[in-house]
């Protein structure tokens, strides 16, 4: 099979159904530790640190030089920034952001705020998956679609353990909670698969643009949510093991 954009959606898919199996742990393992959680999520950090560089950044400036890119990731990280002040949305340590004053977010029921942040976070890394695939460079998407995937299993338990501890329902609604929320991450992969198939003059402006969403949801929000309960040291290692890692799967899957 190599019609990029199947394999665009066979890869939101496989990162989805990693996101599903990182957040039904919840059923089987209820209560892990706080630095354990974080430990996770810096390596979570890790991996799209090194997949931003290793398989966006770097191979969208040999295809369309530095400039592109560069447009590229600073659109990337003001759309998230934009995006942050424009939609209601809440994290469970940092707490409510966005016009969450507004009557329609009143309306919202606090769960929902909580999946909205959470598939905001999602979002650029089913982009991520669909541009690479888009692209026809089978071998930097497959990096890709591991380094999301393997990041979604921490990153989705972690969602379930919060939706827990915040009283939004049992242990089942938890893991549904962060199933849904990882979803998003299908269509968004076909949507960028579909953007560089048919005009392979954005590639290396998408790329960036991937690269970017990512870069500013783990130093807007990741680092930081992990460094607020004083577990900064394992979060930091967390996060060396998880880019270590995803450097060496970029070597050995070339």
């Not at 590229?72 to 759309?79: E, Q, V």
């Not at 979604?152 to 939706?163: D, F, R, T, W, Y």
């Not at 290396?204 to 991937?210: E, L, N, S, T």
């Given at each position: 099979m190599s019609n990029p954009l199947i394999l665009a959606l066979l890869g939101g898919t496989f990162t989805s159904?990693?996101?599903?199996?990182?957040?039904?742990l919840i059923l089987v393992w209820k209560n892990p530790s706080q630095q354990f959680m974080d430990s996770a999520l810096g390596f979570s950090a890790g991996v799209m640190v090194a997949a931003s560089f290793t398989s966006l950044i770097m191979p969208g400036i040999e295809f369309g030089g530095l400039v592109p890119v560069v447009v590229?990731?600073?659109?990337?990280?003001?759309?998230m920034d934009v995006v942050d002040q424009i939609i209601p949305h809440e994290h469970i340590i940092k707490g409510k952001e966005g016009p969450v004053d507004s009557?329609?977010?009143?309306?919202l029921r606090g769960v929902?705020?909580?999946?909205?942040?959470i598939t905001l976070h999602n979002m650029p890394e089913g982009?991520?998956?669909?541009?690479?695939f888009g692209s026809g460079h089978i071998h930097e998407a497959v990096k890709v679609m591991l380094a999301i995937g393997l990041q979604?299993?921490?990153?989705?338990?972690?969602?379930?353990?919060?939706?827990v501890s915040v009283g939004y329902g049992s242990a089942f609604y938890a893991a549904y909670?962060?199933?849904?929320?990882?979803l998003v991450e299908i269509p968004l992969a076909l949507i960028g698969a579909v953007a560089v198939y048919y005009?392979?003059?954005?590639?290396?402006?998408?790329?960036?643009?991937?690269?970017g969403a990512m870069l500013y949801v783990v130093s807007d929000e990741i680092i930081p949510e992990t460094h607020r309960k004083g577990h900064e040291r394992p979060a930091t290692w967390g996060f060396m093991i998880g880019f270590i890692i995803m450097l060496i799967l970029d070597v050995l899957l070339g």
């Open positions: 159904f990693l996101n599903l199996i990182g957040a039904s590229g990731i600073l659109l990337g990280a003001a759309m009557d329609w977010a009143k309306r929902w705020l909580f999946i909205i942040a982009l991520a998956v669909g541009v690479t979604n299993i921490p990153e989705g338990l972690a969602v379930s353990l919060a939706a909670t962060g199933i849904r929320a990882g005009a392979k003059a954005i590639l290396p402006y998408a790329m960036g643009f991937a690269a």
